[in-house]
């Protein structure tokens, strides 16, 4: 790993836009394919449906808590391992995400404002869960990142002044261009190099073995854990083929 160079363009707790430099395009593409399948969540598996006098089937409910997004801090939980959580709420009412109460602290709903079902009056919506931790290989809604790619990092390069007579034909580019070391959003100019560059004649290529990658987390967990979960995961697999190998 210290071989690669990273640098990160924007950021939050869910989202983040940063640039890897050292990777070839396979290995790239397998941080993306970990991040996706092989880095476990917690997410709601089974459900007991104590009571439900709303017009919703039992089934329906059952699929919309599976998808509610459950915190999972990284290491605190094995593959396999099951939270106990509960919702109670009677109508006239709206039964949110938020309503699940759960037995361990740390596995709570990602976003409390998640809709579940609109109850009337004097209906009833009563339910037991199990939350199970496992990978996005398994069911995609066990995948913490929702949003996920890369493309190549782009260069910049002024080759000379722009002939008055040229096409006027935009110049679209997307995600991140490199401008004599400074990296530049292409939304900044609105992806149109006219904008930035409008009497230059200007030269885009990729930049070799550098990837601009766009992480979105569902909110179980940050895109910093995310991304280095999928590394750990790649690691662990090449060691487990190296093993394999030598026998």
């Keep these: 790993m210290d071989d690669f160079d990273v640098e990160f363009i924007d950021r939050d707790d869910r989202n983040a836009r940063f640039v890897v430099r050292g990777l070839t395009p ?16 917690m997410s709601i598996d089974t459900v007991r449906v104590v009571e439900n006098s709303s017009v ?14 459950l915190t999972t801090p990284p290491g605190e939980f094995e593959l396999g391992d099951e939270v106990t959580l509960a ?8 039964a949110y995400s938020g309503d699940l109460v ?14 579940i079902i609109d109850l009337k009056e004097d209906q ?24 996920i790619g890369y493309r190549h990092l782009q260069t910049v390069e002024v080759v000379g002044d722009r002939d ?5 034909e935009p110049r679209i580019v997307r995600g991140v261009v490199e401008d004599d070391g400074e ?3 292409a939304e900044s100019f609105d992806n149109d190099l006219r904008n930035r560059y409008p ?16 992480v979105e987390t569902d909110g179980s967990m940050s895109v910093e854990d995310l991304v280095l979960a999928a590394v750990e995961s790649l690691h662990d697999r090449a060691d487990e083929l190296e093993q394999a190998v030598q026998l």
């Design 56 to 69: 919703m089937f039992d089934e329906m409910i059952g699929l919309r808590l599976g998808l509610v997004p």
């Design 26 to 41: 396979a290995f790239a593409n397998g941080i993306r394919r970990a991040m996706l399948a092989d880095v476990p969540t």
């Design 102 to 115: 759960s037995a361990d602290d740390l596995v709570k709903p990602a976003d409390e404002n998640v809709p």
């Design 87 to 94: 919702l109670d709420v009677e109508g006239p009412a709206t």
């Design 183 to 185: 990296l530049v959003p």
């Design 124 to 147: 009833r919506l009563e339910v037991e869960a199990l939350a199970r931790l496992d990978s996005g290989k398994d069911h995609a809604k066990h995948q913490g990142g929702v949003a």
């Design 199 to 214: 009497d230059e004649e200007v030269a885009v290529s990729d930049v070799p073995n550098a990837f601009v990658f766009h």
């Design 164 to 168: 008055e007579f040229a096409d006027d």
